[in-house]
């Protein structure tokens, strides 16, 4: 077995990504990474690669989003993770979204794989000069405070039911 990878989502992944999302959809939740239903990866998937495009390059971006780059954490053909980065931060994302979300998919929970793939998007981060990076979870979900805190989060506050950390150092 190789070591997982990040790479950018593509066409190829298709029928990756719909076992993927329908794994966590089986695991009832909600949307994936924060940034949306399911729905545009099962019935659009060709349609999403292109949206992801723009979204990686800040291109005819809907109102209210800002630029945003997504990867898939994978291990030879199969999606373990995938990742967010949001390029910069709007009144919603400071608040409750952050600068990256995340969801590993079930069978691979509670192996490092978040960890080890966060700790590679924050190399990323650093070197697009998105840093500080403020990252988020929901104040129940114990698993991702875990991988925030190994990843060197430091705990800001709680809006709502959110819990805000920050990594890195101001520059």
């Known amino acids: 077995m190789n070591q997982p990878k990040l790479v950018f989502p593509d066409y190829c992944h298709e029928s990756a990504m719909k076992k993927y999302v329908n794994d966590l959809r089986q695991d009832h939740l909600p ?6 239903l399911y729905e545009k990866y099962d019935n659009h998937y060709q349609e999403w690669i292109q949206k992801e495009k723009k979204m990686h390059l800040g291109v005819d971006l809907e109102k209210g989003l800002v630029p ?3 990867l898939l954490y994978m291990m030879d053909k199969e999606i373990i993770g995938s ?3 949001r390029h910069c931060l709007n009144e919603f994302l400071y608040h409750q979204g952050g600068h990256i979300g995340y969801s590993i998919a079930p069978q691979y929970r509670q192996k ?5 793939m ?3 998007v924050l190399k990323i981060c650093q070197y697009w ?3 500080p990076v403020l990252i988020t979870c929901h104040e129940n979900n114990i698993a991702s405070k875990k ?4 990843c060197g989060g430091k705990f800001e506050n709680k809006y709502k039911n ?3 950390y920050w990594i890195g150092e101001e520059k």
């Open 112 to 116: 490092g794989y978040a960890t080890q």
């Open 118 to 120: 966060l700790k590679e």
């Open 129 to 131: 000069e998105i840093w």
């Open 31 to 36: 949307s994936l990474n924060g940034i949306g």
């Open 147 to 150: 991988t925030i805190e190994k």
């Open 162 to 164: 959110t819990l805000r």
């Open 68 to 70: 945003g780059t997504t």
């Open 83 to 85: 990742i967010n980065i």
